[in-house]
């Protein structure tokens, strides 16, 4: 990792870390439930206790998306969500939240479109903090990385079960922000969670990075957060976020939904 | 072409799976452990005599090749010009040149020791030609497809289930191919230790576009020698359909580096290209990225991807495979596209003429073919590739003229 200024996901688990606290990373999908109910939803997420927030860009093929945050996409789509929006939405979170770092996450072809330089000037603008997108694994995400950290910005990678010790080492170099780490093999909100094997990677990683590790997909409650994260720091919660969006009447309702879920998962991990 | 320094087409892709700037490897983390598997296991393979034997020996006793390259008199006298040949994928058996890629990446699972093979299909003849290898190796099999393709290619999906293949209508997105190929990746994903992803096309992550090329060539370096033999002289051109465009790909691949073999590709115009309703990314579409790599792609200013539209399932596909996307920008080779109508068209005209009923996906490539040859001379040859038989078909052509089979 280069020398960069610190951004507030430094800032974020540096403050995590001196408190002894472990980091509750929360994903919603950008325009799900509405495009004027995401920047509220979000705002809900922090008060609720989350630690930093993974916006999820819409698109239209979601590959490593299981069924729940598939719906998610299509209903955001379907209220014309898009990468524009997202980044727009993210300005206007900033008018009252300075603090949390914002990460969106999606797939490659939308930034693609809008084109990598624009794209990383833009999320700059709108205050955006870094990007994980799936499908660019380190041997194509170069460009991107470049452009992300000449603004200070962040690029999160992920590691999973399946990655050797070779690639571990080359990719916790590129890194930066957090790493990500994906407990199973599998999609969002896959059931086939296996703690001991958790446990083991993330002692593999631990000896290449000092880098804070958060670890996602398949967690769904705060005893799951708990658990994934006693040798990481943080967890990472999505599919039953937009489970509980998709199923709410309104806004309203999704909002306290989430709010007593994050709130459970926060109270775990605090415990 | 001609004051451009020459290109050595058997060098690509790069290790990285690059042609030029499309191809590579655009992925989630989970399978690039798999796909470094695949690729090392292939390059090894590759070089192997036992492995080429084997296959060579399944392609000529399972598959039933060399396929005939047949000269189309009356189709010939019909378009008014250069003799029009077709190479005979559709004897092949399961009826298409699918099933070149499937013997040869069975062959691949069998060494990967996996138990389990998947795929996606459009038309349902990736889907059959994978469900007949399995059969043969004792796999399970799994097929993805799109729900509305289920519907249009009911005869492929009792194929399937007759084979023993478990077939997943999938519901989400256009119901079409893309949903299919996302559906079968996440499958993958998910089983990636016990199973062998089977891709039908020459797209998706390095290796794929590869090596799903390289086991299809044999039908160019068939039409090559069987050129040679029939009029003494390399083809003036060579046609083939392009939907992901593996049957184009493995014509067109033993002849890039001959100059003076023209080379055209024919997407599915659906209702036209200019009415947007069609599956013609190389004609219409812009570079992006989708299934694990860069290419030419259908989708909207906000990068999602679009509905395609065709009259063929096979060619429904908002993308294309990235050697295709090369060979458009470098000029080597030309890309067209014929409409639902103009494929129609060719359909009965073959038919009529010749007693062959095409694929709809190869009427693409004939319905070319008859413009092609009407502007050269008799001397003249055009190859087209027949890459597949049109008995699936006939139910989609009975509904257009409103009768019940």
């Keep these: 990792m280069s020398e960069q200024a610190e951004n507030r996901i430094d800032r974020r688990f540096a403050k995590l870390r001196a408190e002894g606290r472990k980091a509750l990373v929360t994903y919603i999908v950008a325009g799900d439930g509405g495009i004027e109910n995401t920047v509220p939803l979000m705002h809900q997420l922090v008060a609720s206790g989350s630690d930093l927030i993974e916006l999820g860009v819409p698109f239209s093929d979601p590959m490593a998306e299981g069924p729940v945050i598939q719906k998610g996409h299509e209903r955001a789509l379907a209220h014309k969500a898009s990468l524009r929006r997202c980044l727009e939405m993210v300005a206007d979170f900033r008018r009252d939240d300075g603090d949390t770092p914002v990460i969106l996450m999606g797939y490659a072809n939308p930034i693609e479109r809008m084109g990598g330089e624009a794209f990383a000037e833009a999320a700059q603008q709108a205050g955006v903090d870094g990007a994980l997108t799936v499908d660019l694994p380190a041997e194509e995400a170069g460009p991107l990385s470049g452009l992300l950290a000449e603004r200070n910005l962040r690029n999160i990678f992920l590691l999973t079960p399946t990655t050797s010790e070779e690639r571990i080492r080359a990719i916790t170099e590129l890194a930066s922000g957090f790493i990500y780490y994906v407990s199973l093999k599998g999609v969002t909100g896959a059931g086939n969670l296996d703690l001991d094997s958790v446990h083991e990677n993330l002692g593999r990683i631990r000896q290449h990075t000092d880098l804070p590790l958060c670890v996602g997909f398949g967690i769904k409650d705060g005893a799951s957060a708990r658990a994934v994260s006693a040798d990481g720091d943080g967890a990472v919660v999505g599919s039953v976020l937009v489970s509980a969006v998709g199923e709410a009447g309104d806004a309203a309702q999704a909002r306290d939904r989430v709010a007593e879920l994050v709130a459970e998962i926060r109270g775990e991990l605090d415990r | ?219 160019g370096r068939e039409a090559r020698a069987q050129s040679l033999e029939e009029f003494g002289q390399l083809p003036d051109a060579l046609v083939a359909c392009v939907g992901g465009g593996s049957n184009a790909m493995g014509l067109f691949h033993p002849f890039l580096n001959d100059s003076d073999v023209k080379m055209y590709g024919v997407e599915a115009g659906g209702d036209g ?78 038919t009529r003429t010749e007693g062959i009923l095409p694929a709809l996906e190869s009427s693409h490539a004939v319905a070319y073919a008859l413009k092609l040859a009407a502007t050269l001379s008799p001397e003249q040859n055009i190859v087209v590739n027949l890459s597949g038989r049109g008995d699936k078909d006939i139910f989609t052509v009975a509904a257009i003229d409103g009768i019940e089979v």
């Design chain 2, 1 to 219: 072409m001609s004051d451009r320094k020459p290109v050595d087409f058997a060098a690509f892709p790069d290790n990285q799976g690059h042609f030029g700037p499309y191809g590579g490897r655009f992925v989630s983390e989970t399978l690039i452990d798999a796909l470094d598997h695949l690729q090392e296991m292939y390059a090894r393979l590759k070089e192997d005599p036992e492995f080429q034997a084997a296959f060579d020996y399944d392609l000529a006793h399972y598959v039933g090749r060399p396929s005939p390259l047949y000269l189309a008199e009356r189709l010939t006298e019909r378009a008014g010009g250069a003799r029009i040949w077709l190479k005979r994928e559709d004897l092949n058996h399961t009826g298409a040149h699918k099933v070149n890629n499937t013997v040869g990446q069975a062959l691949l699972a069998k060494h990967s020791g996996k138990r389990r093979v998947i795929a996606e299909t459009g038309a349902g003849q990736h889907g059959v030609a994978t469900a007949t290898v399995a059969a043969r190796l004792g796999l399970e099999c799994a097929v993805y497809m799109g729900a509305e393709d289920v519907k249009r290619q009911s005869p492929n999906v009792y194929r399937m289930k007759l084979l023993g293949a478990e077939v997943i209508p999938v519901e989400s997105g256009s119901k079409t191919l893309k949903d299919a190929m996302n559906e079968a990746m996440r499958d993958w994903v998910t089983n990636v230790d016990d199973t062998f992803y089977i891709i039908g096309t020459v797209a998706g992550p390095h290796p794929y576009p590869q090596l799903v090329r390289d086991f299809n060539s044999v039908i």
């Design chain 2, 273 to 350: 290209i200019d009415t947007g309703r069609h599956a013609a990314p190389l004609s219409a579409g812009i570079p992006g990225v989708l299934h694990g790599n860069r290419t030419y792609l259908m989708e909207d200013e906000d990068g999602q991807i679009i509905e395609t539209h065709s009259v063929s399932a096979g060619l429904d596909y908002p993308g294309v495979g990235p050697e295709h996307a090369w060979l458009k920008d470098i000029g080597r080779v030309q890309y067209v596209a014929a409409n639902d109508s103009e494929a129609l068209d060719a359909f009965r005209a073959l």
